[in-house]
């Protein structure tokens, strides 16, 4: 089972604004912070657990008990420096924080909305990388949008760093895909994090 390290997020790391929003409450080292996923109110949907859509550039962070709220502009203007990536090859350890990250939100997203198909995921990856701050295509998109401002927001990335993990992560999709329905590459991630079967939709 793979785990998160133990300072998987170092505020000195952050932009300055998120330092900020994470300084009150204080963000503890040890915890792992994820967007929160918008909930409607149960009692319209028959008591269905369903995601509320928004303004993406609005989000909340949660570590399972507190929660921290931030807007940011754009994706764009989180990059940072021109650093140029390492060639990533099929383990790649560069960016490992990032690659969890990046799993961890795809498996939450897939608890409340199904799991998501491997050629469904290949795209947003795509689309974040080819055009960060494009139009949304849906309430996943967005939510992984939201994921990669948490990531750049509290880890010093280039444009170019960012779009070599998200070549990655469109890499390991295309390799597990094995249909138009196919859903292999969530399944993997639940495998690697130890986490129960989900389910398809």
């Given at each position: 089972?793979?785990?998160?390290?133990?300072?998987?997020?170092?505020?000195?790391?952050?932009?300055?604004?998120?330092?900020?929003?994470?300084?009150?409450?204080?963000?503890?080292?040890?915890?792992?912070?994820?967007?929160a996923?918008?909930?409607?109110?149960?009692?319209?949907?028959?008591?269905?657990?369903?995601?509320?859509?928004?303004?993406?550039?609005?989000?909340?962070?949660?570590?399972?008990?507190?929660?921290?709220?931030?807007?940011?502009?754009?994706?764009?203007?989180?990059?940072?420096?021109?650093?140029?990536?390492?060639?990533?090859?099929?383990?790649?350890?560069?960016?490992?924080?990032?690659?969890?990250?990046?799993?961890?939100?795809?498996?939450?997203?897939?608890?409340?909305?199904?799991?998501?198909?491997?050629?469904?995921?290949?795209?947003?990856?795509?689309?974040?990388?080819?055009?960060?701050?494009?139009?949304?295509q849906?309430?996943?998109?967005?939510?992984?949008?939201?994921?990669?401002?948490?990531?750049?927001?509290?880890?010093?990335?280039?444009?170019?760093e960012?779009?070599?993990?998200?070549?990655?992560?469109e890499?390991?999709?295309?390799?597990?895909?094995?249909?138009?329905?196919?859903?292999?590459?969530?399944?993997?991630?639940r495998?690697?994090?130890?986490?129960?079967?989900?389910?398809?939709?």
């Amino acid at each position: 089972m793979q785990e998160p390290p133990e300072t998987f997020f170092r505020p000195e790391d952050f932009v300055p604004e998120l330092r900020e929003v994470f300084a009150d409450p204080p963000l503890e080292r040890r915890k792992t912070v994820l967007v929160a996923i918008p909930i409607k109110d149960p009692s319209l949907t028959g008591g269905r657990h369903e995601p509320h859509g928004g303004d993406r550039q609005i989000m909340s962070f949660t570590d399972g008990k507190e929660f921290w709220h931030w807007e940011v502009e754009s994706l764009r203007s989180l990059f940072r420096g021109d650093r140029q990536p390492p060639v990533l090859g099929d383990y790649p350890e560069a960016y490992n924080d990032s690659f969890i990250l990046f799993d961890l939100h795809v498996l939450e997203i897939s608890k409340f909305v199904g799991d998501r198909r491997d050629a469904e995921m290949k795209e947003i990856f795509s689309m974040l990388r080819r055009r960060p701050d494009g139009r949304s295509q849906g309430f996943v998109h967005d939510y992984l949008w939201q994921a990669a401002a948490l990531i750049l927001g509290t880890r010093p990335l280039s444009q170019a760093e960012f779009e070599a993990i998200l070549v990655r992560l469109e890499r390991s999709c295309r390799t597990f895909e094995q249909g138009p329905t196919s859903r292999d590459y969530v399944t993997m991630l639940r495998s690697t994090f130890g986490q129960a079967d989900g389910h398809g939709r």
